[in-house]
C-alpha cells in the first residue's frame, strides 16, 4: 500500500511515493522550472513526474497507490482535518486564494491535473493550517478593527502545521512522555521558518498569521515588521502594492540583508569576512531568540524545544547562538552533542538541562501519506 503525495508549488513540484506503514519512500524528488522550457506547465511537471518513476522502474499501476495526497496550504477556517476532493473543495480552495495568493493557485492547479491523470484514486488534501485551526482566540486575532477583521476573514491562521504537529508527536515519542503531558516550542527553519508553542498537545500560538510571511526572518520574507513600512513605501517611496509584496516575500529576508537566502551560502560569505552576511545572520537569530523567549512566557513551563527543517536540522551554528546564554532560562546545549551530525531525532542538550533540546527531522511528505491512509 503506498501513497502518492504531491505538493505543487507556482514553478516546482515535489513529489514522493510512500508507504505510510513504514515510513518507507520508494521514490521522491522535484520538477523545478514549472512553467518555463520544456515543462510548460502543471500537466507536463505531473507528466515529467510519472516518467521519472518510470526510469527508476516504477510504474504507476504496480504501486500499490491507494490515495494522492496533495499539500494545500490554506484551509482557511473551515478546513483543518484531511479532506476528500471533490469539484466543491476544489472550488472553496480557489475562493482561500486570496489569502494565499502565492500558494493556493498552484496547488489546486497540481489537484485538477493528478485529478484527471489518475482518476480513480481518491485525492485528498492535507492543509497547512490545519494543526493551529484551535488557536485560542487571543493568539488567533490581531487587534484591529474587529468588523473589519471578521468581514475579510483576518485572523493568524499559522503555517507549515504538518510539520510543526510531526514534530512535537516525534519529539515526545523519542522521549517516551505522553503528546499530551508536554509543553513543547518547535523551530520550522528551512526556507521558509515558523515558530509554534504547544501546551499539552495543543497549539496555543505560532509565528506565521494571515499569510506565511509573519514571524521569523526567512530565506527571502522578512517576517515582522512594523506595518508602518508598508504605508511608508507606498506613499513616499511611490511603490506599487505589487512592488512591495514583491519586496517582502523574495527580496527579504537574510536574502535581502545579506544577500544569500540558503545558509550554507550565507556561512561562507561570514566565512570570507562579509558583514552584510553576518548582520544578516545576527538579526536572523535575534528574532529567533526572541521567539523562543516570548513562547517561554505563553508556555509558562517549557518541556522541550525541537529545532527542524533544512536550517534547523543542519545548522550547528543557528541552534548554538539561537539559544546560547539561556541557562538562567533553564536551556544548556551539550557542544559536542549539538555539533553530531545525524538524521535521527537526537537530543542537543545537557542531561542537567531542565529544558531538553532536540533536533528532529521533519517529514511532511510521510504525515500527509499517513493522514491519506487513515482516510482510506
Ligand atoms: P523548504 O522550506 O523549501 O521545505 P527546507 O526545509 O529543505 O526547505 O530548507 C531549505 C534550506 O535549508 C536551505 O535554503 C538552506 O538554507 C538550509 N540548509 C539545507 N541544508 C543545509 C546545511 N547542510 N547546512 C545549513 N543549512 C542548510
Known sequence: MTVLVINSGSSSLKYAVVKPATGEFLADGIIE????????????????????????????????????????????????????????????????????????????????????????????????????????????MYAIDRKLADRWRIRRYGFHGTSHEYVSRQAAEFLGRRYGSLNQIVLHLGNGASASAIANGSPVDTSMGLTPMEGLVMGTRSGDIDPGIIMYLWRTAGMSVEDIETMLNRNSGVLGLGGANDFRDLRRLIESGDSAAQLAYDVYVHRLRKYVGAYMAVLGRTDVISFTAGVGENDIGVRRDALAGLAPLGIEIDEARNAGPSREVRCISTPESPITVLVVPTNEELAIAQACAEMV
Open 33 to 140: 522550472q514549472v512553467g518555463e522550457g520544456p515543462i510548460a506547465d502543471h500537466d507536463a511537471a505531473l507528466t515529467a513526474t510519472f516518467d521519472k518513476l518510470a526510469a527508476e522502474g516504477l510504474h504507476l499501476d504496480d504501486l500499490g497507490l491507494v490515495a494522492v495526497g496533495h499539500r494545500v496550504v490554506h484551509g482557511g477556517k473551515k478546513f483543518y482535518r484531511p479532506t476528500l476532493i471533490d469539484d466543491a473543495l476544489v472550488e472553496e480552495i480557489e475562493e482561500l486564494s486570496p489569502l494565499a495568493p502565492l500558494h493556493n493557485p498552484p496547488a489546486v492547479l497540481g489537484i485538477e491535473v493528478a485529478r484527471r491523470m489518475l482518476p480513480d484514486l481518491p485525492h485528498i488534501a492535507v492543509f497547512d493550517t490545519a494543526f493551529f485551526h484551535n488557536l485560542p482566540l487571543a493568539a488567533e
